[in-house]
């Protein structure tokens, strides 16, 4: 298993910026996928992004493309999303995961942080 630990959560205005970061910890963080998601209150977890493992293709949903940028730093053992341009709805507890395969279904994801807080304000 990975342990994740995600930081840079936080409260920003609308058109704002944020950078969350997600270190890795334990098993090869290089033999994981990772993923972002997200879960507002009340609603169901979401997908966001999501990387390789060598980070060389990247996948995004739809309501963030074009505004998200996942990367991933493998000597560093974290991965990062840069989030531009932030909306009120983006506001969520954003949680990083792993996983062996390159995909957008959290059930395939084994290893989860804890998650922080993005709030956006209008």
């Known amino acids: 298993q990975v342990q994740l630990v995600e930081s840079g959560g936080g409260l920003v205005q609308a058109g704002g910026s944020l950078r969350l970061s997600c270190a890795a910890s334990?098993?090869?963080?290089?033999?994981?996928?990772m993923g972002w998601f997200r879960q507002a209150p009340g609603k169901e977890r979401e997908f966001v992004a999501v990387i390789t493992r060598s980070g060389d293709s990247t996948y995004y949903a739809d309501s963030v493309k074009g505004r998200f940028t996942i990367s991933r730093d493998n000597a560093k053992k974290t991965g990062y999303l840069q989030m531009n341009s932030l909306k009120p709805e983006d506001t969520a507890v954003y949680y990083c995961?792993?996983?062996?395969?390159?995909?957008?279904?959290?059930?395939?994801?084994?290893?989860w942080g804890q998650g922080t807080q993005v709030t956006v304000s209008s």
């Open positions: 334990g098993r090869t963080f290089s033999n994981y996928a």
């Open positions: 995961a792993s996983s062996p395969y390159f995909t957008t279904t959290w059930a395939d994801f084994g290893s």
